[in-house]
């Protein structure tokens, strides 16, 4: 059932994965004024005539970006005609396209007029919003064949409580990682895990503040899922879909974890960075998924109550 939707859901899945990956290129190589202050163009050119490093990465990231958002609002139409009886298509499909449009826009405004690297740190995290709806739009396609009981699920309170507030906490992690590469203070600690291994160890001026607050808010997001998983391996082991996603966010924040201590060790390498971007956004996609089954939770709980009686 809707074979064609599904392959679309996926391209446009990896599209958004793509301009996300982008985007922290283009921060990493210092490429956002890649092609001057012109939107859309490049230095005003239709065909840019001086084409260097900064403008092809820059240039690239843009055309990637249009055909995302083209993308998204084709699978935004297409799921509301073909599954919006399920009840989270239309929402998620609003999501995907308006926060991919908010993102364009703000892309826009930091060429033309320039913004703060507090207001550019936001630039990812709403692009992170889009990218999650999309892959949440996919998975629901996914659902509609049954391929397994996703909508069954049922979650006791604390749980609802722990995936609500990891997921807040967590965006507030990347939001901070985004700050960290947009303030260029990725190396600015030479040491891991503490800003030296020596006898300053602590921050000392507001740039080692932002990485330090960065890596410290990434441990205790590194052991609140690890104690999530723990707890989701003891007492839902006959709910495997609650399992194995916590085992897959557990795996995804320990990956994240050493590509971060990597990222100091290898001096900014460009590939761990790109991986460091790559791990946070399927971890997130992940953990919105596990709150789009808490939503369904008490629901199914109630239906599964009634059929008892």
Known sequence: MHHGLKRFAVLTT????????????????????????????CHGELIPSNITKE?????????????????????????????????????LALISFLFIVVQGLIG???????????????????????????????????????????EKVIFDSRMIFHTISIILYIYLVIYTGALVRHTNVSLVCPDWPFCRNDAVWYPTNLNEWIQMGHRLMAGLAF???????????????HQKVIVWCWICSFTLILLQVISGAVIIFT???????LAHALFISLLFGVLTYLLLLASRSKKNAMLTEKKQK
């Open 55 to 91: 403008l092809v990465i820059e240039l690239a990231h843009r055309i990637v970006s249009g055909t995302g958002g083209i993308l998204v609002f084709i699978l935004s139409i297409w799921s509301w005609k073909k599954i919006g009886h399920i009840r989270e298509t239309k929402f």
């Open 108 to 150: 826009a405004a930091a060429v033309l007029w320039g913004q703060s690297d507090f207001v550019l740190a936001l630039h990812f995290g709403i692009s992170l919003i889009s990218f999650a709806a999309v892959f949440l739009l996919t998975l629901l396609i996914y659902e509609v064949d049954k391929k397994f009981e996703a």
């Open 14 to 41: 990896f599209v958004m994965l793509l301009i996300l990956l982008g985007g922290a290129l283009v921060t990493k190589t210092d490429s956002g004024m890649g092609c001057g202050n012109s939107f859309p163009l």
């Open 223 to 237: 052991i609140w899922v690890a104690y999530i998983t723990y707890v989701a391996i003891k007492r839902y082991q």
């Open 267 to 273: 001096k900014a390498n460009l590939l761990i960075a």
